[in-house]
């Protein structure tokens, strides 16, 4: 158990290794705020963490960690953060580089850099 609980915002975190954190984070005593893109994923994520740390204190919010609007809106009322596990990304495929899928190529960036 942790003697001084801290916040944590896991990105990303509706399935995978950032929701393994996540539980691992809240069976230590951590608050959890989960965030990631899809509210339904988010929602089964956070019962899985229920299930794992039953006193767990789990929020979850919808978040596009590629569009600066989106984080802004969705952590306005969010608490100071303590831990920050950045784990949101996605795959660009090989041949947008060649192609000329610039755009793809972007938002590629914007979210894992």
Do not use: F, Q, W
Not at 15 to 34: M, N, Q, S
Not at 38 to 54: R, S
Not at 76 to 100: C, E, F, M, Q, T
């Amino acid at each position: 158990m942790v003697t001084a609980p801290r916040i944590a915002l896991v990105t990303g975190g509706s399935d995978g290794i950032a929701l393994a954190i996540a539980e691992a984070l809240a069976v230590a005593g951590h608050r959890i705020v989960l965030a990631a893109r899809g509210t339904e994923k988010l929602a089964a994520a956070a019962d899985a963490i229920a299930a794992a740390a039953p006193d767990a204190v789990v929020v979850t919010v919808a978040m596009d960690v590629g569009d600066d609007g989106s984080v802004a809106e969705a952590l306005s009322d969010a608490p100071a953060i303590d831990v920050l596990v950045n784990n949101a990304g996605l795959v660009v495929p090989r041949s947008a580089y060649g192609d000329g899928r610039i755009a793809a190529v972007r938002e590629g960036l914007e979210v894992n850099l």
